[in-house]
């Protein structure tokens, strides 16, 4: 019998065999079953006992897999918190919406958000409490209650009626280790867990702070355990275990470098549990144990419809994996996708059938270490941004987030899970790569992917609506976007064609594929029309434009566009990442402290540098990129509130 402790030293309750308890307290005996989401943050599904990890105890999270269903291969859609909130409340990837950039509310459909199907069928539907939609619609109008109190144990809840409640803890958020530097740290060891002997996956350096990191990360994911094993507990006091399915995940993978924010493994790959008690086990049709099918976010929320007894709707993408409407052909290829590191647009997608995995990047000269400045507030990635930029790494596989890389790559994840060899240029994989990029390319399609367009022009209007309502060249975007990155001379007649085109996101990928030229040497002219771009008033285009033509002659013009950027302080920072971009190419580095050293020094100073996207901050970073700055010093003087943050703790709410 595997057990699930009632928990808490404190209440003097030792362990009970959970299915024992339940047959104890059947609960509410409504004919339809409560749904319980614990969601919390930032957590790769590795980081747990169930998934492999033995530096960690987790005993709550290790017997709910072992009596439920454990997912082994379940991705978040994309990365980072708002794009995976927003697959999940609506069943759809959230590029369908043109809800994919964190963090950024556009314009949507109303009535896309799921919750309000289940209330609409009786159920009493509760979120504590994190939204983080990316839609302009009333994010807490599909929820009977949306706040800190929001609780199944509401008075507003009436007798028998059935709940889906929604837990989000920030325990785990990337935001306990987010401290600058290491100085006064908790033994963690007081914990049971020993940096010293932690399993470092081979993707990222072995070093110190990265080795503290992982292990601060590490004491949260065994907060969370103690976290879900308090509802376990308010679940059997209160009556309700028998009749109540739990959910448990992460909204995306962990804090290590290389992982939140990336197309990885580890930034897709999360724990995902489903505890089903005995009374509502057949509508799974499989018995409790690990499960290898591929699912991802979109399916959460046909689940829970069918669960309920709803059928999802038909614009839903997800599949249901078990309850009514449960789809019994499963998936055979997982997609996700990614469309910004904070103020660095950087569309990119990922599609994988298990075994073989292609990550597509549509600007594959901006290098995947492009600083997002909240994670680069971890230790851990100042090291190793200080080993890599320092000259000072002796392992290849460490510096490739830091270059340009192929437009495509293909990875064997039984035989590389740490996806270092990339095999797309291995003729024996050229048939598997012809059928993943195939299959990603109709994903995109019929998904009527909005994530090629600008963030510019999505403002103002529905991107969902305006596609449809006036027929939108949307073949001609993809096709264009597709040739970007992998553009050779030969395509220069389709570029310039794109380049004159009245449609900004024309223009855009049409000065992506000539940067893509331009930096890999196959062309060495400029055209007019692309100087003329430096000054197209949308900042994108003039950004990408410049950094095309500082490759092709025009050195000094470009850098110094991108120097100046735009009187606008958002659009300054497009100029920036696009500099930021250039300074990480060692053959620029000279150029761009020639003609911009003195303005990058006095934006560090003048700017605003203490918020994450502040251009005084990024001015800070490509600083530190041309070797003029320490990174220590990038965020300024931090070092009290990094002491603060690594004496504190931060709290295992909300509670029941």
């Excluded at 199907?117 to 599909?142: I, V």
Aim: overall charge negative.
């Amino acid at each position: 019998m595997k057990y699930i402790p009632a928990l808490m030293a404190c209440c003097g309750l030792g362990t009970i065999p959970y299915g024992a308890a339940m047959a104890q307290n059947n609960g509410n005996r409504s004919d339809r079953p409560n749904i319980l989401w614990l969601t919390f943050e930032d957590t790769s599904a590795w980081e747990f006992g169930c998934y492999g990890n033995d530096a960690v105890s987790t005993p709550n999270v290790d017997s709910l897999a072992a009596n439920g269903i454990q997912f082994m291969n379940a991705w978040s859609c994309g990365p980072q918190s708002s794009p995976a909130r927003s697959t999940i409340i609506t069943g759809c990837y959230a590029t369908t919406y043109g809800m994919d950039i964190h963090h950024t509310r556009y314009d949507t459909p109303p009535d896309i958000f799921f919750p309000q199907r289940l209330r609409e069928a009786g159920y009493y539907c509760t979120n504590n409490r994190k939204t983080h939609y990316n839609s302009t619609s009333p994010d807490k109008a599909c929820w009977d209650e949306c706040s800190r109190t929001a609780s199944y144990n509401s008075p507003g809840r009436k007798e028998g009626q059935p709940f889906f409640a929604v837990f989000n803890c920030n325990v785990s958020h990337m935001g306990c280790i987010r401290t600058f530097h290491t100085d006064g740290r908790r033994d963690y060891t007081e914990e049971g867990i020993y940096p010293s002997l932690l399993r470092l996956p081979d993707y990222v350096p072995d070093l110190p702070e990265i080795r503290s990191d992982l292990a601060g990360h590490l004491e949260a994911v065994q907060d969370i355990d103690k976290w879900a094993g308090i509802f376990l507990k308010d679940l059997r006091d209160k009556g309700l275990d028998g009749n109540t399915i739990i959910f448990f995940f992460s909204d995306h993978g962990g804090c290590l470098p290389r992982g939140k924010g990336y197309l990885y493994e580890s930034g897709l790959r999360v724990p995902l549990i489903v505890y089903l008690p005995p009374k509502w086990q057949h509508l799974a049709e499989r018995g409790a144990g690990r499960d290898s099918s591929l699912v991802n976010f979109t399916d959460l929320a046909p689940t829970v419809l069918s669960l309920a007894g709803i059928r999802p709707a038909e614009n839903m993408q997800g599949k249901a994996l078990m309850g009514r409407f449960a789809d019994k052909d499963g998936r055979k290829t997982n997609y996700a996708f990614a469309a910004n590191h904070l103020h660095h647009f950087t569309p990119a997608r990922a599609a994988s059938d298990g075994r073989y995995k292609l990550l597509r990047t549509y600007i594959p000269y901006r290098q995947f270490a492009m600083r997002n400045y909240y994670q680069w507030g971890m230790p851990g990635n100042k090291a190793w941004d200080r080993l890599v930029l320092g000259g000072h790494n002796t392992n290849p596989a460490w510096d490739l987030p830091f270059l340009p890389h192929p437009a495509e790559m293909l990875f064997d994840l039984r035989n590389d899970p740490g996806e270092i060899h990339d095999l797309s240029s291995d003729p024996a994989y050229a048939e598997v790569l012809s059928r993943l990029r195939d299959s990603l390319s109709s994903h995109i399609r019929s998904t009527v992917d909005l994530g090629f367009f600008l963030p510019t022009s999505r403002k103002g209007r529905i991107m969902y609506d305006m596609v449809r309502d006036e027929n939108y060249p949307l073949e001609q975007l993809y096709s264009l976007a597709e040739l970007a990155g992998t553009a050779t001379p030969a395509d220069i007649p389709a570029l310039d064609e794109a380049i004159a085109s009245p449609l900004p996101e024309m223009r855009y990928w049409a000065t992506v594929g000539y940067a893509c030229l331009a930096r890999t040497g196959q062309i060495q002219g400029c055209p007019e029309e692309l100087l003329a771009l430096t000054r197209d008033p949308d900042p994108y285009i003039a950004a990408e434009a410049s950094y095309a033509i500082s490759y092709l002659g025009h050195e000094k013009e470009g850098i110094t566009r991108l120097v100046s950027g735009d009187t606008d302080p958002h659009f300054r920072k497009v100029f920036f990442s696009a500099l930021e971009c250039l300074s990480l190419d060692p053959d620029k580095r000279d150029a761009i402290l020639e003609y911009g050293k003195d303005s990058l020094w006095h934006a560090a100073t003048t700017l605003p540098c203490k918020k994450n996207e502040d251009a005084g901050l990024i001015a800070r970073g490509i600083l530190v990129n041309l070797g003029e700055m320490d990174i220590n010093d990038m965020h300024g003087d931090v070092y009290q509130e990094g002491l603060q943050l690594n004496h504190k703790r931060r709290p295992m709410i909300p509670l029941p």
